[in-house]
Each structure stands twice: as C-alpha cells, then as structure tokens.
C-alpha cells in the first residue's frame, strides 16, 4: 500500500480498494500503521505518502 502511495499523488480509501483489492477493512488499520509511522499523511479524503 505504501509504495502504491508513493506512485499515485494521492488517493480515497475507495480507490486503493479498487487498485489494490483490499477489503476495506483491512485497509484502515494499515493506513492507522503508516500514519503513525509517519509514512502516510491524510488530506481530507485522501492520503498520500510523505517523503520518508
């Protein structure tokens, strides 16, 4: 996920759903993993990597 991130600027839980084929239930505690990592940034709907 996080390297899908990384080559997309920015993207909804719906579309990671959709690229990636993760239940969307899974992909909610990754993104929590990633941001409080510092990994993954939230903008509204969206995320997106920040440069790590």
């Given at each position: 996920?996080?390297?899908?991130l990384?080559?997309?600027?920015?993207?909804?839980?719906?579309?990671?759903?959709?690229?990636?084929?993760?239940?969307?239930?899974?992909?909610?505690?990754?993104?929590?993993?990633?941001?409080?990592?510092?990994?993954?940034?939230?903008?509204?709907?969206?995320?997106?990597?920040?440069?790590?």
């Amino acid at each position: 996920m996080y390297f899908y991130l990384r080559s997309c600027e920015s993207a909804t839980v719906d579309d990671l759903h959709e690229s990636l084929g993760m239940k969307k239930i899974t992909i909610y505690p990754v993104l929590d993993s990633l941001r409080g990592r510092g990994l993954v940034a939230r903008d509204g709907q969206s995320f997106r990597a920040t440069a790590a």
